[in-house]
């Protein structure tokens, strides 16, 4: 059997009805890791063993088991960031060299008892604190569609893996964009739900106020699915909010007839590369003539909230790292150690005031929700520039330009293919819904990707 195309819910279908194993499908993805891994460079570490272990236990319980857990043999990995208990996390950093986690993180938990099978760690930004992945320390995690070209992050090693078939599904995590511009880069789907949806307990921190934890898969329904599985109240985490979790699953293909979808088209969302706004544009004309109906809006302080986050984000990092940034500051690499230092110097009354824009932009943000169901914008204004001379604090800048205000507002936000540029690159689609409207997001996106083929392509890494 041929695994480099096939999905999580298609492997899930597979093994469900015995016609795969989980040790013969996770044999294929760890092959796969092997050959691929040297070049892409999305794992910073692989649990061969542990997963060959498990693997071959799930196996020979398969027929005798009547019931099947919803990821029962499905091979997935972990940014690292995320604890798995036993394995050494380094959150893609010499600061957290020797630290190895003796419990799972309560999404770790989720997955292990939804029968996963984890086959490693992802190469990130170091601590989360950029969005090109060029670790200083490990190297950087590359774009399956081009090597030469970056993955995007911090969960870059997270989209590589899935959209090169090294793993079938991903967690990561999305602080000021860090799940969805991976997935734009790199042509994945990529969730980061509402802020307090997803337990943050056993993931280290980077901005206690703006942390996500999210999904990211080659489809919708795989999103949908591993989405599902990590939603949730955890009253052990302290953000955490007791709201009820639907089941997206059942309303994935209820379409979008009469939905209100707005397109974001005031001077700060169409800064953008002109084949990017071509590309949402046409998104856009799907929507209508699926038969939702769309309308041209202009959105309240884009630009006010990503220089809002962006501003949270470096004093909160700072905050997490003092004692570090105080005694081991030699250990950081440098794009993250000016800006840890960038965040040390926000003064009292910048943060202050930063929070206080924080929540009028949210209760605009809910008032504008109250109008529409989805807004649609590109994620990322260019499509993956190279490596080489990359700033990573000035392609932070650009790069979460339409992804940072939705962290500030804490709205579940959702990325996937919408096309390719001219040079092949994938282009993303961002869609937004208001708190706790994930399902809505991924129903729309689901109509979205049936109605079109860009998520039927794969990178060159899958021809191999």
Partial sequence: MD??????????????????????????????IVRLNPTLNCYLSVFKEEALARAERL??????????????????????????????????????EGYTPDQDARVIERLRRSGAIFVGYHNMHEIALGVTNLNPHFGAARNPWRPECISGGS??????????????????????????????????????????????????PL??????????????????????????????DVVSIPKAVGDPLSRLEAGVVGLRIALAQDDFFTQAEDEIL??????????????????????????????????????????????????????????????????????????????????????QYREFFKRYDVLLTPTTPITAPTIEG?????AARILT?????????????????????????PIGLQLVGNQWQEDLILRAAYAYEQATNAHRQFAWSDTL
């Fill in 390 to 394: 990359r700033d990573s604090i000035e």
């Fill in 59 to 96: 196996s020979k319980a398969l027929k005798d088991r009547r019931f099947l857990n919803p990821l029962y043999g499905i091979p997935i990995g972990i940014k690292d960031i995320i604890a798995i208990r036993h394995h050494p996390m380094r959150a893609g950093s010499k600061i957290w």
């Fill in 278 to 363: 071509q590309a949402v544009r046409a998104a856009a004309e799907v929507f209508r003539s699926l038969g939702a109906v769309v309308e041209e809006v202009q959105m309240p302080a884009g630009l006010l909230a990503a220089q809002t986050n962006g501003l949270m984000v470096i004093s909160d990092a700072a905050a997490v790292y003092e004692k570090e940034l105080s005694e081991r500051a030699h250990l950081f690499g440098e794009d993250v150690y000016q800006r840890l230092r960038n965040g040390a110097a926000v003064t009292a009354s910048q943060y202050v005031q930063a929070r206080r824009t924080q929540t009028v932009l949210q209760k």
């Fill in 155 to 204: 969960s870059g090693g997270s989209a590589v893996a899935v959209v090169s078939g090294l793993c079938l599904g991903a967690l990561g995590t999305d602080t000021g964009g860090s799940i969805r511009i991976p997935a734009s880069l790199c042509g994945a789907v990529g969730l980061k739900p509402t802020f307090g949806r997803v337990s943050l307990r056993g993931v280290l």
């Fill in 401 to 425: 330009r339409f992804t940072a205000p939705f962290n500030l507002t804490g709205l579940p936000a959702l990325s996937l293919p919408c096309g390719f540029s001219r040079e092949g690159l």
């Fill in 207 to 236: 901005s206690w106020n703006l942390d996500h934890v999210g999904p990211l898969g080659r489809s919708v329904a795989d999103v949908a699915l591993l989405y599902r599985l990590i939603a949730g109240y955890d009253p052990q």
């Fill in 3 to 32: 695994f480099r195309h096939i999905t999580l819910t298609e492997a899930k279908r597979l093994i469900q009805t015995r016609q795969l194993s989980p040790l013969a499908l996770t044999e294929a993805i760890l092959e796969r």
